[in-house]
């Protein structure tokens, strides 16, 4: 499985942006996605997730601003992210969790600037 992210830039606070993972090889193995991300000096963390039957879940500190889906027909898993704060600044990494394996993507940068 080979993860493409995208969408990453800089935005001013209370703006938006939209990222994109688009998964190809063996999709079919694939059972969640998610967005994790990683701030300057900090442990990375999980921001939201979508699996395989659409449930989702989210870190509360993105609650009501961010959302996660998935156009299957394009083998694409997105995160909208709205009222972005400066403490949403970080690199954002979309992951597959598979049946054996997870695969990571390269990260995409996104900076809110205050």
């Known amino acids: 499985v080979q993860l493409q992210a995208s969408g990453g830039g800089l935005v001013q606070a209370g703006g938006s942006l939209r990222l994109s993972c688009a998964a190809s090889g063996s999709t079919d193995s694939i059972n969640a996605i998610a967005w994790y991300r990683q701030a300057p000096g900090k442990q990375r963390e999980l921001v939201a997730a979508i699996r395989r039957g659409n449930s989702t879940d989210y870190v509360d500190s993105v609650k009501g601003r961010f959302t996660i889906s998935r156009d299957n027909a394009k083998n694409t898993v997105y995160l909208q992210m709205n009222s972005l704060k400066p403490e949403d600044t970080a690199v954002y990494y979309c992951?597959?969790?598979?049946?054996?394996?997870?695969?990571w993507g390269q990260g995409t940068l996104v900076t809110v600037s205050s």
């Open positions: 992951n597959a969790a598979g049946v054996k394996y997870d695969y």
